[in-house]
């Protein structure tokens, strides 16, 4: 098993920046691949960014590519998201996930945190 706590969610005006942290205990951290997906109302939740094992591989959607950046620490046991450049349209729960392969496809990931809220003002 791993848990997963992300934070660093909140109240932003466009144009800001954040940075969510997800820190991960249980099992060896460095032996997953880690996503970050977000949610918002009344959608599905969607594939933001992942980074393998080693943090020398990373993938983005479309719309956050140039303004988020996915990095980890493994001697931390943490993941984390810059977010550059927010937009109202970013605001959603945000959610890191733990697979065995970095990967846009939500079922292949078999450990989640229960979500940080980050909400962009226009």
């Known amino acids: 098993q791993v848990q997963l706590v992300e934070s660093g969610g909140g109240l932003v005006q466009a144009g800001g920046s954040l940075r969510l942290s997800c820190a991960a205990s249980?099992?060896?951290?460095?032996?997953?691949?880690m996503g970050w997906f977000r949610q918002a109302p009344g959608k599905e939740r969607e594939f933001v960014a992942t980074?393998?094992?080693?943090?020398?591989?990373?993938t983005y959607a479309g719309s956050v590519k140039g303004r988020f950046t996915i990095s980890r620490d493994n001697a931390k046991n943490a993941v984390y998201l810059q977010m550059n450049s927010l937009k109202p349209e970013d605001t959603a729960v945000y959610f890191c996930?733990?697979?065995?392969?970095?990967?846009?496809?939500?079922?292949?990931?078999?450990?989640w945190g229960q979500g940080t809220q980050v909400t962009v003002s226009s």
């Open positions: 996930a733990a697979g065995d392969r970095p990967t846009v496809l939500r079922v292949r990931y078999d450990y």
């Open positions: 249980g099992r060896t951290f460095s032996n997953y691949a």
């Open positions: 980074i393998n094992w080693l943090g020398d591989y990373t």
